[in-house]
């Protein structure tokens, strides 16, 4: 249902193109989208039967902004940029990157082959991904013995160790001539764009010969670096009349989601595929959804650009041509358009199966988390935080932050802290003081950053929690945020939530779950994730302090000392086992390291 303020701004959109932004009762940016008409496009949120993802987001809505444009590829620009900038929950969300290597050549004055996962934009020689991280690093090892460039960190004004072994041409000592590289270069693009038949030959002969001399696990190194160089640049399979890197994309659509399936060709195989799928926002354009993902999908900073990208009818190939900077096309018949075709079969094969297991994942998941917001009879929200505390006798307080959104850890989001007050014993005082810190942190820095507070806050304790976490965000930050502690038992069970709101004249009380029920078990999930993590944490800080404490009692080991000892070595055990060489490798002088020996 439309809000009056939206109902009123809907009568003075105008019948141009632009963008939308759909905002919650928190004012953030919730939903981007684009039209070429947005009276229509807009009004249609409102004014039309909605269902799945779309009518979830409409519920959500309270109100909108617009900005116009001059055309349908401004609006599309715009897009891009804004949900770059706000990042909305109801846009297509990526992960920034694959996790596969490249390869690189770099560009550097006396340039050096490694494996990168981040693609810069500076004239290097990017090759891959490679979806096997093992071929990836023995096909890199391979190439540094065999097209040897730089090894070390330059010049050094002595040979290096690896220029002794024969893989570094020397710049550690000497200028190396540009031709010399070049032609290295050369040998190294021809290698990692398919040409390994000599390669192959030479490692199969030194396999054999290795057998013969029964020197079995030398035979079975080379049959493995062999196996790897196969995996990241062999034509496993030609699929192409010509060696030109392409990109294919294909979707399916069906019960307002979409399941897009993308195909890369390198060296005229089929390198490898990925699939993401994710419900429809917008379901009436899922081809404007579709040609938003493809732009946003090279946006990532380890997508190295094809030569070509390869769609399928229906889309304007010439605008996305000029956005992405590559050619763009649509086969219509061959090997291409056969492929293109696979890669929609692929898309739906994908989203068949999401069905058959998103019915009894959601229940344990999203469908857990609303069981939740309905005992504490609150809308559904898509974020819940909880709060954890850890010390031994008062000493190195910590608290533990864990995430869960619609009901799955978000561990990226987790967060711990060092708690600074000295904690006391009286009546729950350290509970107090310690939730009224972290509390405080955690929403105030929210606040500074302009970020999206959570649904729902629930502390591991009582009622001095709930009123400690309240206080500060009713009185100190004015949020509204909704509070409930996970209450134990006299058997340490959880088994109620405590929810009220007493500052504002709601009594607190105790909220059942039924112990067999999903929410039960997430509300488990969250206290048995939030300690385990505290506690975890704890742990590490106190041993950490401890050895800092000893350390600091050894005569003659000052604070950069002691600091050098727990960066190197990390724990007292190591510290005992080490040599006198190791101490002074470590940054130690002699006595330091004879003093700390005797010592320990």
């Known amino acids: 249902m439309a809000t009056q303020l939206i109902e009123n701004k809907l009568k003075l959109l105008p019948e141009k193109p632009g963008c939308y932004l759909m905002k919650d009762v928190n004012g953030s940016v919730i939903y981007v989208g684009k039209s070429k008409n947005l009276k229509n496009r807009v009004r249609s949120y409102f004014k039309s039967k909605q269902v799945g993802r779309r009518a979830e987001l409409v519920r ?69 991904p490679y979806p096997n991280v093992y071929a990836a690093q023995a096909t890199l090892k391979f190439i540094q013995k065999v097209f040897p460039l730089r090894r070390c960190h330059g010049y050094q004004g002595r040979p290096c160790l690896y220029y002794h072994m024969g893989q570094c041409l020397g710049a550690c000592f000497n200028k190396v001539p540009q031709k010399e590289y070049d032609e290295q270069i050369k040998k190294i693009k021809s290698f990692l764009n398919g040409d390994i038949g000599w390669v192959k030959q030479d490692l199969t002969e030194k396999m054999s010969q290795a057998a013969a001399n029964l ?28 060696n030109t890197q392409r990109d294919i994309f294909n979707y399916y659509v069906d019960k307002s989601w979409i399941s897009i399936q993308i195909f890369f060709l390198r060296q005229a195989k089929l390198l490898r595929r990925e699939t993401k799928m994710f419900p429809l926002t917008d379901a009436s354009d899922p081809e404007d959804t579709f040609a938003t993902f493809i732009v ?10 094809p030569k070509e990208v390869l769609l399928p009818e229906g889309f304007d190939n010439h605008t ?11 086969p219509k018949r061959g090997q291409k358009k056969s492929l293109l075709d696979m890669a929609k079969d692929n898309a739906k094969l994908k989203l068949d199966d999401k069905f058959r297991l998103l019915e009894l994942g959601n229940r344990k998941t999203k469908g857990a988390q609303k069981e939740i917001f309905n ?46 007050g000295e904690v006391e014993h009286q009546n729950g005082g350290d509970e107090v003081r310690n939730t009224r ?40 930050l004015n949020l509204n945020i909704p509070v409930a502690g996970m209450v134990k038992d006299d058997k340490h069970r959880t088994n109620h939530l405590l929810f009220g709101d007493p500052i504002n004249g709601i009594p607190l009380k105790l909220i059942p779950l039924n112990p067999q029920s999903e929410g039960f078990y997430l509300m488990t999930r969250i206290q048995d994730g939030v300690h385990r993590f505290a506690i975890t944490f704890h742990r590490r800080r106190h041993a950490k302090n401890a050895l800092s ?42 006595p330091q390291s004879q003093t700390v020996k005797l010592t320990l």
């Open 437 to 476: 810190e972290v509390v405080r942190r955690r929403y105030g820095r929210l606040l500074r950053e302009h970020k999206k507070m959570p649904d729902l806050i629930l502390m591991d304790g009582g009622q001095i929690q709930v009123d400690a976490c309240e206080d500060v965000l009713r009185n100190e």
């Open 320 to 330: 996305l041509a000029e956005v992405l900077k590559v050619p763009v096309r649509t």
């Open 296 to 305: 946003q999908f090279y946006e990532q900073k380890n997508r190295v650009l």
């Open 215 to 242: 020197e079995f696990e030398r035979a079975a190194e080379i049959r493995d670096q062999l196996k790897y160089i196969e995996e990241t640049v062999e034509k496993q399979k030609i699929i192409s009349n010509d």
């Open 549 to 590: 404490s000893r350390l600091d009692s050894i005569k003659g080991i000052g604070p950069k000392s002691r600091n050098k000892l727990l960066r190197t070595f990390g724990s007292m055990k190591k510290i005992k086992e080490a040599s006198i060489e190791d101490l002074r490798a470590a940054g130690l002088t002699l």
């Open 60 to 128: 959500e809505i309270r109100d909108y902004d617009i900005i116009t444009v001059s055309t349908d590829k401004e609006a599309f620009l715009l897009e891009i940029t804004l949900i770059k900038k706000y990042q909305p929950y109801y846009n297509v969300q990526l992960k920034q990157g694959t996790g596969y290597p490249y390869i690189e050549i770099t560009r550097e004055h006396d340039p050096q082959t490694r494996l990168t996962s981040i693609v810069h934009k500076d004239g290097g020689y990017y090759f891959g």
């Open 375 to 420: 005992a504490l009879g609150l809308p559904y929200g898509h974020i819940i935080e909880s709060f954890d505390h850890s010390h031994i006798q008062g000493a190195d307080p910590v608290s533990a932050l864990v995430v869960f959104k619609d009901g799955e850890p978000f561990k990226t989001a987790y967060r711990k802290y060092k708690l600074k």
